[in-house]
């Protein structure tokens, strides 16, 4: 099968800069100006220029990138909690120390620390288990497997929420049953503590009993 390469733009180029963005799969999306059926202003992005590309990103607006890289742009919300850099390198370290986590990662959404999981039977070592044999020759770049690392898909399992006491937080899993989404609070208390308590559970059977 004959390797895939970037596809190169046939549009032409605009005389002037235009706004880009690079999602983690690699797609390119550019920045645009339309307008409301009452006039507003609204912003959208898409993988070609078109009418309404635009050369710089408006005042009090920035680009949203999701866990699977859907992109847009939304007004910056001056209200989220600000979770300290700290805080997320903790949680990301004691993720490190269970191997059964390898490929789940943990973002920042709407000031809250999230746990996501690779789709089932999907990750990074799944794809590199595949693609090696079939489009690997003499231990070259694993381009699939790197192509299909990005392309993989995440769902959220548990989130830790910050309370209005200091360096304070509640711990909640992802629920299954009837319309799903997220439980009551597990526990409260410092982030170390709850970490070492719950995330070590993501991903094994003791999860499911977290209720």
Known sequence: MARRTPRKRET??????IVTYTNRMGDIYYLH???TKTGKARYFVAKTPREGVLSSIPDGFEFSESINGVVSVRKIDL???NIPEADVALARAEMVRHAHLHGHRIEVIKGEIVVFEPAAGMSPDWTSTVTRPLFMINEGPDVRGDHMRRR???GPVMKFVPLREPNEYSVYRMTYRGDGGWSWPLASGSLPELLKRFLGRVGTNEFFELL
């Open 12 to 17: 032409a180029a605009p005389e002037t800069a």
């Open 33 to 35: 100006e339309g307008g």
């Open 79 to 81: 209200s989220a909690t």
């Open 152 to 154: 993989i898909r995440f």
